[in-house]
């Protein structure tokens, strides 16, 4: 299974590169921005994507609309990754219709079982 | 090959190591917001509180992730309201820092001098030139 993490947080990047890598035995791209992301989503054709919701530049639900948008990227399994805490605003990412939304902080040993369910469940 | 452990004590360090610039970017933030108040430094401010919400636990850090929550909570009304930080929320966020300080200042104490340290890279194995006469 090939993921696209699209975080602009390096350290977010590298452990859920290690989180997906080593624990989940799944490959792993990296795009530190939105704009990034897509592109590298219409080269590389992920199996999912873990996409952060506050970024600079193009943000998550943006970054959302474009790969929608774009028939190269269209059906690819979108999940949110969240900082944010309050139970409306996550309501509002739901509402985007991603596969999922996973939150941070998150646990790096159990993540790739999370995102697996997440995806099954979509 | 290191195991899945010690690869996450190495990004534990990394992450350590790094939370001077992100602290010092956070303090000059606050500076600027007290000397001359923007919407454009605000959202920055609380996008950092916001990232070390998330991140500090996902570290293994809690109460890195527990502070960066109550400055990211102190940001995230003005910023919705479109209105810079009073005086007293920039005071919180500048309380908010000193104890973040105070923590990443524990952990590289621990990180750097404890079992835990990071492993240095050795010297590159440099090979022994004869050049001929």
């Known amino acids: ?122 | 090959m290191a195991t899945v452990h010690e690869t996450l004590q190495d990004l534990r360090s990394e992450y350590v190591g790094e939370s001077t610039d992100n602290l010092d970017h956070i303090h000059g933030l606050i500076r600027q917001l007290e000397g001359s108040p923007d919407l454009t430094s605000l959202e920055q401010l609380h996008r950092r509180f916001l990232g070390l919400a998330g991140s500090g636990y996902t570290y293994g850090f809690p109460l890195v992730s527990t502070l960066g929550r109550k400055g990211e909570r102190l940001c995230a009304p003005s910023l919705q309201q479109g209105q810079v930080l009073s005086p007293g929320r920039l005071v919180a966020c500048r309380a908010v820092l000193d104890e973040l300080r105070a923590e990443f200042d524990r952990l590289l104490a621990a990180y750097t001098a404890g079992p835990w340290a990071r492993r240095v890279p050795s010297r590159p194995q440099t090979w022994p030139v004869t050049l001929a006469s």
């Not at chain 1, 704009?35 to 996409?51: K, V, W």
């Not at chain 1, 900082?83 to 941070?104: C, H, M, N, W």
Request: proline content about 7%; charged content about 25%.
């Open chain 1, 1 to 122: 299974m090939k993921i696209l993490i699209i975080d602009d947080e390096s350290n977010i990047r590298r452990i859920v590169q290690m989180a997906l890598a080593r624990v989940g035995a799944m490959e792993v791209l990296e795009a530190p921005s939105g704009t990034d992301g897509i592109r590298t989503a219409r080269e590389a054709h992920p199996d999912a994507i873990l996409l952060d919701v506050m970024m600079p530049g193009l943000d998550g639900p943006s970054t959302l609309a474009a790969l929608r948008s774009d028939p190269g990227t269209a059906a690819i399994p979108v999940i949110f990754l969240t900082a944010k805490a309050v139970l409306s605003e996550l309501e509002q990412l739901r509402d985007l219709g991603p596969a999922g939304v996973l939150t941070k902080p998150f646990d790096p040993l159990a993540l790739a079982g999370h995102v697996r369910a997440t995806l099954r469940e979509s």
